[in-house]
């Protein structure tokens, strides 16, 4: 197998200059590999470090030491901690979604054009875009009387939906998902799964958080478990 | 016995005195070096209000002499009464003939109008202007006129000949359309009709336009190309008098005025006075005509 | 294959008042004031350095006085720069110091390469011209001097940004301060520049009036891919609009980062106060 990430000694402190320079320690000297294809489960409890630890792959946290290595499609090597914003926007672009608990999306854009905008943003027709996107939102069983108003205004688990498909539809090499299936029925759920398997299937790496045990045992190749910021244990599925 | 008095006092020759002559002689060779450019000159005091013809009195003091023969003119007519004064003026501080036929002059002082008949090499049309800065209507700044000027920076101008066009159909807009001098400066003719803008180009006379109350001399030399601004589709165009003719001469192809009579009926009639007179007299002058795009 | 830099900015820095050779290190963020102690020169912006890539949407944050409006003028040649460089792709491939060119370059480069949308929309419109003529004057600088095509490349960016065609040859002065914005965001791109500056475009605008313009100026960078500069005090507005984020305080940068990174793990104590005032 091919590595797609190396994590190492990764620390991510939290220095609140505005309270009394407070500082809380949120990642401990994690270290752990990511292979192309590969499902791996984060788990842990609430605040144990586990949305810490994918928002520092993402770049939205800064890591406060460490490596981040990202094998680029290309053959490249990107330290994720501390390579330049145009070359971890340009990974975002090409190579690497996230999809948070939370739907975050520009206001009064349709769904439709909401999942449809991450395949025109990487050079698909807008009607293709659209065709593919029909497809995806269709297998989610997202009612289509939904598809053209705005999420905003959506249940959260329509919400969800739309926030899967998403970061989805564009085939990335690395998909970061937290939470992808809570608040959604059996049957949808289990769609999620299926379509996160199919990815894996044609190569996507995915780093998944769940509290939920059926998604994670159906999907995982293998989980790591987070306490107090620290990696305790590795546990193959 | 009342004696008429005026005029008794000695003055200098041409009324100025000969250091601010030589200042507008300088200024006006320098405007002829660089067609189109406004140079600023001293602009001395008259016994006539700026803004009446001060600067065109400037340029005709400061070339004529007393072998030269003047003609004044005011919106095409010898007879009204500020070109009589004028050319009175003139006369008496110059010592120098004064003339009604365009073809006898050699200094021709102008406001609003070219003259029908062609002029020679040995002419010279001084035009009156009010306000010499194209750009002025666009800016206010003379500081900011001044760089656009110098980077041949006229969109604005342009915008206003699109405008024009588009409130009424036609890029027309008010006398004075603008010109490009030599291919280089955006300048206004002086408010003259349209029906003159293309005898300003390559013309065998001098053209020297000075505004008194603006302080501002700008040239047109002999032979120089000057183009209306255009449109590559909406074309510029004169003035068509279609269907009427002049009712004291018969003629139909010159510019002419429209003049409501006593019992309010209109009637046509050239607005050049001498050109009238030579139509209605003999064979016609020589006249440059311009047939406008379709 | 590494990407091309569009805009690359080094140093640039601009005094107010007298130049001292350390003034720099007078003032900023670390001595709360842009204003020397010694001369009382205003530091409006000191060594701000950054490059901008093709596509790319930049966010420049900071209280009012920071710096960040001058910023965006000294780019667009409003104001000239008291020293710095900016080097800019389609100008010799980026090998000269825009500063340096000649004032007519300059005006190329403002006509051709980039557009400027002011907060207030008399500075970017002349009131006195119908909205086409504010385009066509746009145009007519690009040397296109053919009514017709004038007229229909005019219609065609109202009906991008939303504008009535049918108020085409009405003076902006009698519309609303939203479609004011529109009219002045589609002269702005009359061109096509691979750049566009955004100075506090929707500040001063009701909130639905502010989320049509800002739909607008995010479908522009979906359709047209133009990199942008985004100037505001409003993270809302940076939130939506951009990639990246700059922030600025007296003068100074003091964090810069992507912006979800800003917004959500602020390093710089001032940022941290910015964003918690947000939420």
């Given at each position: 197998m091919t590595k797609l990430l190396e994590v190492v000694d990764l620390e991510k402190r939290f220095e609140l200059h505005i309270l009394n320079e407070k500082a809380i320690e949120a990642l401990r000297q994690v270290s752990f590999n990511v292979e192309e294809g590969e499902i791996v489960g984060l788990t842990g409890k609430t605040g144990s470090g586990k949305s810490t630890l994918m928002k520092c792959i993402y770049r939205t946290y800064l890591a406060s030491r460490g490596q981040i290595q990202y094998y680029e499609e290309s053959g490249g090597i990107l330290d994720l901690t501390s390579a330049s914003e145009h070359e971890v926007l340009r990974i975002r672009k090409k190579e690497m979604t996230y999809c948070s608990q939370f739907l975050q999306v520009i206001p009064r854009v349709p769904a439709i054009d909401v999942v449809a905008s991450a395949l025109t943003a990487r050079g698909r027709s807008v009607d293709e875009a659209r065709r593919i996107t029909s497809e995806i939102l269709e297998r989610l069983s997202l009612p289509k009387d939904l598809w053209d108003a705005y999420p905003a205004t959506f249940s959260g688990g329509e919400q969800q939906r739309v926030n899967i498909a998403r970061a989805m539809i564009a085939r990335p090499r690395l998909l970061l998902v937290d939470e992808p299936t809570a608040s959604l029925d059996m049957k949808t759920k289990d769609a999620v799964i299926d379509?996160?398997?199919?990815?894996?299937?044609?190569?996507?790496?995915?780093?998944?958080?769940t509290h939920d045990e059926h998604t994670l045992t159906r999907m995982a190749d293998r989980s790591l478990h987070l306490e107090n910021g620290r990696l305790k244990e590795v546990v193959y599925a | 016995m009342i004696e008429n008095l005026r005029f008794q006092e000695s003055f200098n020759y041409a009324y100025i005195d000969e250091f601010t002559k030589k200042e507008i002689r300088r200024k006006t060779l320098k405007a002829v070096c660089i067609p189109g450019y406004q140079v600023p000159y001293a602009s001395p005091e008259m016994p006539i209000s700026r803004g009446w013809g001060t600067g065109g009195l400037h340029l005709t003091l400061s070339l004529v002499g007393p072998d030269d023969t003047v003609k004044v003119i005011d919106q095409g007519s010898d007879a009204s009464v500020n070109a009589c004064n004028l050319r009175l003026f003139i006369k008496e501080m110059a010592k120098c003939a004064v003339t009604f036929d365009t073809a006898a002059a050699t200094i021709i002082q102008s406001r609003h109008r070219v003259p029908e008949e062609i002029l020679t090499e040995k002419q010279i049309l001084v035009l009156q202007v009010p306000q010499p800065e194209v750009l002025r209507r666009v800016e206010r700044h003379?500081?900011?006129?001044?760089?656009?000027?110098a980077e041949a920076d006229y969109a604005k101008i342009w915008v206003t000949l699109y405008e024009a066009y588009v409130r009424s159909g036609t890029l027309r807009n008010g006398a004075g359309h603008p010109i490009l001098v030599n291919g280089r400066y955006v300048a206004t003719p002086s408010p003259i009709p349209s029906w003159d803008v293309p005898n300003l180009s390559m013309a065998r006379c001098l053209y020297l336009f000075g505004a008194g109350r603006e302080k501002r001399i700008h040239a047109i030399p002999p032979f120089t190309r000057v183009e209306p601004l255009e449109f590559d589709d909406i074309r510029f165009k004169v003035e068509e008098f279609i269907g009427v003719h002049c009712s004291a001469s018969g003629q139909d192809k010159a510019f002419m005025d429209q003049i409501y009579a006593e019992d309010f009926s209109r009637f046509w009639v050239i607005n050049d006075s001498n050109f009238l007179d030579k139509v209605r007299q003999g064979p016609r002058p020589s006249q440059r005509l311009f047939t406008n795009p379709e | 294959m590494d990407e091309k830099w569009l805009l690359r900015v080094r140093n640039l820095t601009k005094i107010f008042g007298e130049v001292t050779p350390d003034v720099c290190d007078r003032t900023g963020p670390q001595f709360n004031s842009n204003i020397c102690p010694k001369t009382?020169?205003?530091?409006?912006?000191?060594n701000i350095s950054f490059d901008l890539y093709?596509?790319?949407?930049?966010g420049i944050v900071g209280e009012s006085g920071s710096g960040k409006s001058t910023l965006v003028q000294m780019l667009y040649f409003d104001s000239d720069p008291t020293s710095g460089e900016v080097n800019f792709r389609p100008i010799e491939d980026g090998s000269v110091n825009l500063f340096e060119l000649s004032s007519q370059k300059k005006r190329y480069i403002r006509n051709h390469l980039m557009g400027m949308v002011y907060q207030n929309p008399r500075d970017g419109l002349n009131f006195r011209f119908s909205s086409g003529g504010n385009i066509a004057e746009k145009l007519l600088m690009a040397g296109v001097f053919h009514v017709g095509n004038i007229r229909i490349r005019a219609t065609e960016l109202l009906n991008h940004t939303e504008v009535p065609i049918k108020r085409m040859d009405e003076s902006p002065v009698r519309f609303s301060g939203g479609m004011q914005q529109r009219v002045q965001i589609a002269k702005a791109i009359a061109n096509n520049p691979p750049l566009l500056l955004l100075d506090e475009v929707t500040s001063g605008l009701d909130v639905s009036v502010q989320a049509k313009v800002l739909d607008l100026i995010r479908r522009l960078q979906?359709?047209?891919?133009?990199?942008?500069?985004?100037?505001?005090?409003?993270l809302g507005v940076i939130?939506?609009?951009t990639d990246r984020t700059i922030v600025l305080k007296h003068g100074q940068i003091v964090e810069h980062g992507l912006t979800d990174q800003i917004l959500q793990d602020p390093q710089h104590g001032y940022t941290q106060l910015l964003v918690s005032s947000l939420l």
């Open positions: 379509m996160l398997l199919d990815l894996k299937r044609n190569g996507t790496s995915i780093i998944l958080i | 003379e500081a900011k006129t001044r760089i656009m000027h | 009382g020169a205003v530091v409006a912006c000191s093709p596509g790319e949407v930049l979906d359709e047209l891919g133009i990199s942008m500069i985004v100037v505001s005090h409003d939130r939506m609009l």
